[in-house]
């Protein structure tokens, strides 16, 4: 059964670190376009960052830029979201999320409707 479990999510001090892991089992993330996505009490959910299947195109929203890195390492089937200067705003439930692309080699920004599989998310608390 195809699955992605999130970890690494914490309480931190603002201007920390953390690094978000997104594990597939199942499938293999080779064909998949990898989405995190966050979502804080009483917003709507937002796009963070993506990485195409193919090609290690990323992109990331404005507000994360310089400051989120998004990779993966295949070989592990892992995604992985490198959060830096991590501000209160932050503070969320990280979901990642996979989409089915083939050989499609970009990726873009958006709240995650056209992604077909999703992991239970992972707390990410940021305050002082």
């Known amino acids: 059964q195809l699955q992605l479990v999130e970890s690494g999510g914490g309480l931190v001090q603002p201007g920390g670190s953390l690094r978000l892991s997104c594990a597939a089992s199942?499938?293999?993330?080779?064909?998949?376009?990898i989405g995190w996505f966050r979502q804080a009490p009483g917003k709507e959910r937002e796009g963070v960052s993506c990485?195409?299947?193919?090609?290690?195109?990323?992109n990331y929203a404005d507000s994360v830029k310089g400051r989120f890195t998004i990779s993966r390492d295949n070989a592990k089937n892992t995604v992985y979201l490198q959060m830096n200067s991590l501000e209160p705003e932050d503070t969320a439930v990280y979901y990642c999320?996979?989409?089915?692309?083939?050989?499609?080699?970009?990726?873009?920004?958006?709240?995650?409707?056209?992604?077909?599989?999703w992991g239970q998310g992972t707390q990410v608390t940021v305050s002082s």
């Open positions: 999320a996979a989409k089915f692309s083939g050989l499609y080699k970009l990726c873009v920004i958006s709240p995650g409707g056209e992604y077909d599989y």
């Open positions: 199942g499938f293999t993330l080779d064909y998949y376009a």
């Open positions: 990485i195409s299947s193919i090609g290690a195109n990323t």
